[in-house]
């Protein structure tokens, strides 16, 4: 349905100093997919955004919408943002202070270039209403509505248009926790409803994951690795992907052989010998990174079988009670591995504890 290739968006800083903020951006979305563009602040994910929505004017590239280009940089072509007929919630929605909440939503219907009757308006605001769950208050003042409501409004009012493409930035970011945690479940639940084709721009992690069909993760302008959200999280194709989706540990080792029958590696660590799969393209005497998450770090207060692999003997060094999950940083030599469990383990700190990872957790990188 949308289809991106190869866009690069600059800005000229007022000293004359050229930004390169979408570096060679490209993918598709097919109709009816939330698409996620996710990464640290100031890796152009905006930049992106507005590009998509033609509030910013591209270098070079390709826009293509249902296989109409919006934007080519080869054709000369640019439409217009209002001709585009997207839906945009911005990072910082505004409501309309002095209008109702049908009034915020039927705005752009009675603003547009094509002209709606009374009774179309009113059927289709209520439409959109209803599926934002906020049709009971449509005569209340907008104002007089929860910080939630508000950003179902700056939905409802996205959406009125019935555009091809909705386009969110960080639409849930001025939400408290809970909220924010609460609404990530209606945008989802509306966006599979409404079947709508959607660009959802976070720096959150566990929003992406929870939201999208598809992430692609950002870096420094470009696209650094795209996937379904578990491809993301559990097979990370690089260091910064790995530490940016969630929490992981980090373990520095050198190969020392290669079991190519079984797939398998065996490294020595700073915690001691690694058993890890061989992804191929790794030789013996090179330095390595390990990755393994601290829900795959398994603890228990009793000596392992001694064929298992990945087993290693710590003290506890801190525990920290997250409610339906305990951390606990464990020392191993000098090394602190972040363990993530049910909080039925007891074992006190400074007592010794052992760990277990299985090879197949664990994701090796070059160093
Ligand atoms: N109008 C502008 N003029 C000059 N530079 C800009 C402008 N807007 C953004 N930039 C720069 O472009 C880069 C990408 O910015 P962008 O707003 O796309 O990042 P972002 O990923 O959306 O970040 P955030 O998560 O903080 O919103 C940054 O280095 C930023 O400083
Ligand atoms: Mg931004």
Redesign the pocket.
């Known amino acids: 349905m949308l289809n991106v290739s190869g866009l690069f968006t600059e ?1 000229v ?1 007022d000293k004359g100093v050229v ?1 390169q ?1 979408a570096k060679d951006v490209s993918f598709e979305v097919p109709k009816g997919k939330l698409f996620t563009l996710l ?1 640290p ?7 992106t955004l507005r590009s998509i929505a033609g509030l910013e004017k591209p270098t070079h590239g390709l826009i293509e919408v249902n296989g109409q280009a919006v934007y080519s940089a080869q054709k000369g072509i640019f439409t217009p943002p209002n001709k585009r007929g997207f839906g945009m919630v911005f990072q910082s929605y505004a409501i309309w202070p002095h209008m109702t909440v049908f009034k915020n939503a039927s705005f752009p219907m009675e603003v547009g270039a094509k002209k709606y009757s009374p009774a179309e308006i009113k059927s289709r605001v209520m439409r959109v209403l209803e599926s934002v769950e906020l049709a009971q208050f449509h005569d209340r003042d907008a104002t007089r509505l929860s910080g939630g409501q508000q950003q179902r409004l700056a939905l409802a009012r996205a959406l009125v248009m019935e555009p091809q493409l909705l386009l969110l930035d960080e639409p849930l970011s001025n939400l408290d926790a809970k909220l924010r945690e609460k609404m990530r479940f209606e945008v989802k639940k509306i966006q599979r409803e409404l079947d709508i084709t959607t660009i959802y721009v976070t ?1 959150d992690q566990s929003e992406a994951l929870a939201l999208s069909h598809e992430i692609a993760v950002m870096s420094s302008g470009r696209i650094v690795q795209r996937g379904t959200p578990r491809q993301i999280y559990e097979t990370p194709n690089s260091t910064f992907v790995a530490d940016f989706v969630g929490a992981i540990n980090f373990l520095d080792a050198t190969v020392k052989a290669i079991n190519p029958g079984e797939h398998s590696m065996v490294l020595d660590s700073e915690i001691g010998v690694i058993e890890t799969p061989n992804p191929e393209g790794f030789l013996v005497g090179e330095k390595v990174q390990v990755c393994v998450r601290p829900e795959n770090v398994h603890l228990s207060d009793e000596a392992p079988h001694l064929n298992h692999a990945n087993h290693y003997l710590g003290l506890v060094h801190l525990k920290i009670f997250l409610g339906e999950v305990l951390d606990f940083q464990v020392k191993i030599g000098g090394k602190l591995m972040l363990a993530r469990v049910h909080p039925h383990q007891k074992t006190p700190v400074d007592h010794p504890i052992y760990i277990h990872f299985d090879p197949s957790n664990c994701v090796v990188f070059k160093r």
Not at 41 to 47: A, H, I, L, M, Q
């Open positions: 800005y800083s930004v903020a990464g602040s100031g890796c152009g994910k905006t930049t720096h």
